[in-house]
C-alpha cells in the first residue's frame, strides 16, 4: 500500500511475520527495498525533505514519521518475506544479482533470465557484493582449472553443493575441507562463495556461540568459516539445525521478555588442516574434501587466479544456471531405489547431474564420499573402535553399559577406566557415546538396541554382528580409495 513520503514521493510498506518493516521505493526507475529503520532509509527521507523544502528535518520529526510507518506498515500493509540473496516462488528460484538496478535472475524450468522486479523482496546486508551477469554458452569444466581437487568425484561433489546452495529452501550439505599448510584450502572456500555470495568478507573466523552464529546466517546467504582447529558441540549442534532448517530464538536487546525469531536454512562450508568434524551427526550431513599440496609447478599466484576466475565467472555462472533449471524440469520425475541421509539434497543433484554428466555420476561420487567418511569416523571415535574388536571374534553380545564399560577397559589392556583414551568414565556416558555411534556402525555391520528386560526393567544393551556385512562394506572402502588414489595421480579437475 502507497504512502506519501516527506517530500512527496510515494512508498509502498509492508511487514514481515517476524514484525520487521519495509518500503519499497521506486528510484531511477527500479525498485529498492530497504528496511524502514535503517539509517539509509533516514538519510534518504532527509534528503527528499531537504530536495522539496530546502530546509532540514528534524530527529524529532524523523523518529515521529517512521513510527507512524511502522504502526501503518503493521496493521494496514501486506505481509510479504523478505531474502537474502536467494528466494523460492511458485517452483522459480530468484537470485538477487546486488547490482546498482536492483536487478534479479529468475530460474524456471524452460531457462533464465534476467529481471528488474521480481514477485520477491530482497534485502542487503551490509558486506553484499554484486554477481556479475550471467553468461549462456559457458562449461562447468571451465571450473574445474581453479580448483586443487584430489579426484573427479571431488569435483563433482563441489559442483553438487554449490546447486544444492542455488535452492533456497535446502537442505544443504556441509561442506568440510581438510588439508595441510599450501593446499589452498581458503582460495577454494573464496571461490565457491564468490560463486554465489560475494561478500566483502568472503569467509571469517567461527562463532564462539550460537548467539553469533545465528546473527551471521541472518546477514549472509552461504557461511564460509576459515582455519578452524576445532568444534565446540554446542556449534556443532547449532550447524545441523542450520544446515537441514531449523528456528532459532535470540533475547531482544535491552528486554529480558521479548525474543526475535530467526527460521532458516543456510549453506555452509568451512576449512582447517584437521579433520574437525567428530560427531557423527553433523557429519551424517556432510561432504568431506581432503586437498593435497599444490606443487610449484603448478602453482600460480592468487592474484593471477582472481583475474582468471573474474574473466570466467559469467560464464561458470550461466552454466550453473543451465543445470538449475534443467534440474527443476527433471526433479518432479526422478526416483531413488534408496535414500539416502540428506535425501531432498540427493534428489536434486540427480535431477541436475544429467545436464553435465551420465546419470549416476554424482551417486558414485556420494557413496564413496559417505563410505570413506563413516571408516575415518569410527577410526577415530574410541568407543566405535572397541565395540568393533568386541564384535569382532562374536556375532553377538548382551548386557548392561556397566559390562560394556568395563569389558572395554579391559580390551584395552589397563583394566580400568581410563577417560585418557577416550573411553566413557560412566555407564551412563557410554550408553550416550553409543547411540550416537550406532548409525555408522549398523553400515558397518554391527547393530545396536537398547532396551529393557526383567521384571525390574534392567536396561540391556544387544549387539549383533553381521560378518558378511562387515567385510563387504571394508572391501567396497578399499576399492574406492584406490579409484581415488589412481584420481590423485592426474592434475586436479582433470
Known amino acids: 500500500m502507497n504512502m506519501l513520503v516527506p517530500g512527496g514521493m510515494p512508498a509502498e510498506f509492508f511487514h ?56 501503518y506498515a503493521q496493521f494496514e500493509c501486506p505481509e510479504r518475506a523478505v531474502h537474502v540473496r536467494l528466494a523460492e516462488k511458485d ?113 571469517r573466523s567461527l562463532a564462539r556461540e550460537e548467539r553469533d552464529l545465528v546473527i551471521a546466517a541472518n546477514n549472509s546467504y552461504i557461511l564460509a568459516f576459515d582455519n578452524l582447529s576445532g568444534l565446540p558441540h554446542s556449534l556443532s549442534d547449532a550447524l545441523c539445525r542450520l544446515a537441514t532448517g531449523a528456528s532459532f530464538g535470540l533475547r531482544q536487546l535491552y528486554t529480558d521478555q521479548d525474543e526475535v525469531l530467526f527460521q532458516a536454512a543456510r549453506p555452509i562450508l568451512f576449512n582447517g588442516i584437521e579433520d574437525i568434524i567428530s560427531r557423527p551427526d553433523l557429519a551424517d550431513r556432510a561432504i568431506f574434501l581432503t586437498l593435497t599440496p599444490i606443487d610449484d609447478r603448478r602453482r600460480r599466484s592468487e592474484r593471477q587466479l582472481w583475474h582468471d576466475f573474474e574473466v570466467a565467472r559469467p560464464r561458470i555462472l550461466g552454466s550453473l544456471l543451465d543445470a538449475v533449471a534443467h534440474g527443476l524440469r527433471k526433479l518432479p520425475t526422478v526416483q531413488l531405489t534408496q535414500l539416502p541421509r540428506m535425501a531432498d539434497f540427493a534428489l536434486w543433484a540427480t535431477a541436475c547431474e544429467t545436464a553435465f554428466w551420465p546419470t549416476g555420476t554424482f551417486a558414485h561420487g556420494y557413496q564413496s564420499n559417505r563410505r570413506n567418511a563413516i571408516e575415518d569416523l569410527i577410526d577415530a571415535d574410541p568407543v566405535a573402535v572397541r565395540v568393533r574388536e568386541i564384535m569382532s571374534k562374536r556375532k553377538t553380545w548382551t548386557g548392561s553399559a556397566s559390562d560394556l564399560l568395563r569389558a572395554g577397559a579391559e580390551l584395552g589392556g589397563d583394566g580400568v577406566w581410563n577417560e585418557t583414551n577416550g573411553w566413557p568414565r560412566t555407564p551412563r556416558a557410554l550408553a550416550g557415546r553409543l547411540r550416537r555411534a550406532q548409525t555408522f556402525l549398523r553400515r558397518l555391520g554391527v547393530e545396536m538396541t537398547f532396551g529393557r528386560e526383567g521384571s525390574a526393567g534392567t536396561r540391556v544393551i544387544r549387539i549383533s554382528s553381521a560378518a558378511e556385512n562387515h567385510a563387504s562394506t571394508v572391501s567396497t572402502v578399499s576399492t574406492v580409495r584406490t579409484i581415488n588414489a589412481a584420481y590423485a595421480e592426474t592434475p586436479a579437475g582433470q
Open 91 to 203: 517452483g522459480h528460484i530468484y537470485i538477487d544479482l546486488g547490482d546498482e538496478r536492483w536487478r534479479t535472475v529468475e530460474i524456471t524450468p524452460n531457462g533464465w533470465r534476467v529481471v528488474a522486479a521480481p514477485p520477491v523482496r530482497f534485502r542487503r546486508p551490509a558486506g553484499l557484493l554484486p554477481l556479475p551477469v550471467p553468461e549462456s554458452g559457458g562449461s562447468i569444466e571451465d571450473l574445474a582449472s581453479f580448483l586443487n581437487l584430489p579426484n573427479r568425484d571431488g569435483f563433482v561433489l563441489v559442483v553438487a553443493w554449490l546447486l544444492a546452495a542455488l535452492r533456497a529452501s535446502g537442505p544443504y550439505p556441509l561442506l568440510a575441507i581438510a588439508g595441510e599448510q599450501g593446499s589452498a584450502k581458503t582460495v577454494l572456500s573464496k571461490l565457491l562463495k564468490a560463486l554465489i555470495d560475494p561478500n566483502l568478507a568472503p569467509v
Open 16 to 71: 514481515t511475520a517476524g514484525g520487521a518493516t519495509f518500503a519499497d521505493l521506486w528510484i531511477e526507475g527500479h525498485r529498492e527495498t530497504w528496511p524502514v529503520r535503517s539509517k539509509r532509509f533516514r538519510t534518504w527521507l532527509r534528503r527528499r525533505h531537504y530536495e522539496s523544502t530546502r530546509s532540514a528535518l528534524s530527529s524529532a520529526a524523523v523518529a515521529s514519521f517512521l513510527d507512524l510507518v511502522e504502526a
